[in-house]
C-alpha cells in the first residue's frame, strides 16, 4: 500500500493511493497504453501541429453542453511506489498548476458546477507515464483540504525526478454526458520532442499546461459554440 501524502489544497485520496493492479491489457492500438482510457482503439491523429491522438462520438449534440464537472487529475506511473522519488511538494505543484490552467480556461467559456446534471459535460483528465500491461501502477488523485504539506513555490528549477516524470509522461482525458456516462470524446496527448518548449523550471512547466489547456477549450468551444 502507498502512504498517503499531505497536501495543502490537495490530499491523495487513501484508495488511490493503493496501486492498481491490471488483469491484463486495455484494448487499444499497442501496449504502451496506460489504462487511463476504457479504450484506445478509436484514437485518430490530430492534424492541428499537436502529437495527439483523439476520438470525437459523431452522434454528441456539442451545442447542448454549457456547463463543465473537472473530476479531480491524477497521477499514473508505473511500478510500485514508482511516485516515491519524486518530492511530496512537487507533486502537489503538478497537480495544482495543471487544474489551475484548466480551470481558468474552461471558466472563460463555460460554467464549472460541482454536481451532475442536464447539458454538463463531465471531463477526466489523467497525467500518465505507465503501461496497462504492467502488472503494478501507482495512481495518485487530488482530493480535499487542510494538510500542511506546502506545494513547491517559485519559478525555480524542477527536481530530476519531476523532469523525467514529465519528458515522458501523456496527458489523456475523456469527455462523458454527466448524466448518461455516454462518451462524447477521448485523447491522448504526448509532448512534441521537436522543436517543444524546454522542461526545466516550473514556469516552463505552467507554460506547458496553459498551452494544453488552451488548445483543449478551443477545441471544445469550436463544437459547443451554436455560430
Known amino acids: 500500500m502507498i502512504a498517503a501524502r499531505a497536501l495543502v489544497l490537495l490530499a491523495l485520496l487513501a484508495a488511490a493511493c493503493a496501486p492498481v493492479r491490471h ?13 487511463f482510457l476504457d479504450d484506445y482503439k478509436n484514437l485518430r491523429p490530430v492534424e492541428d501541429g499537436s502529437n495527439a491522438r483523439v476520438y470525437r462520438n459523431p452522434d454528441a449534440h456539442w451545442t447542448t453542453y454549457k456547463q463543465v464537472l473537472l473530476e479531480p487529475v491524477s497521477l499514473w506511473r508505473s511500478g510500485r511506489r514508482s511516485l516515491d522519488p519524486v518530492p511530496q511538494a512537487d507533486l502537489a505543484r503538478v497537480i495544482l498548476d495543471f487544474e489551475t490552467a484548466v480551470k481558468r ?48 513555490a517559485g519559478k525555480g528549477p524542477l527536481h530530476p525526478e519531476m523532469r523525467r516524470f514529465l519528458e515522458g509522461a501523456a496527458i489523456e482525458g475523456e469527455i462523458r454526458d454527466s448524466q448518461t456516462e455516454v462518451l462524447l470524446a477521448q485523447g491522448v496527448e504526448r509532448r512534441r520532442r521537436e522543436g517543444a518548449m524546454p522542461l526545466e523550471t516550473w514556469a516552463d512547466v505552467y507554460r506547458l499546461f496553459d498551452a494544453w489547456a488552451a488548445r483543449l477549450c478551443a477545441r471544445l468551444e469550436a463544437r459547443t459554440d451554436p455560430h
Not at 488483469?23 to 489504462?35: C, L, M, V
Not at 460541482?114 to 471531463?123: A, F
Open 23 to 35: 488483469a491484463g491489457p486495455r484494448s487499444g492500438p499497442d501496449p504502451e497504453t496506460s489504462g
Open 105 to 152: 480556461r474552461l471558466g472563460s467559456g463555460y460554467r464549472l458546477v460541482e454536481k451532475p446534471g442536464p447539458d454538463v459535460m463531465r471531463i477526466r483528465l489523467g497525467i500518465t507515464s505507465a503501461r496497462a500491461t504492467d502488472p503494478v501502477t501507482d495512481v495518485l488523485t487530488a482530493h480535499g483540504t487542510g494538510h500542511d504539506v506546502k506545494p513547491t
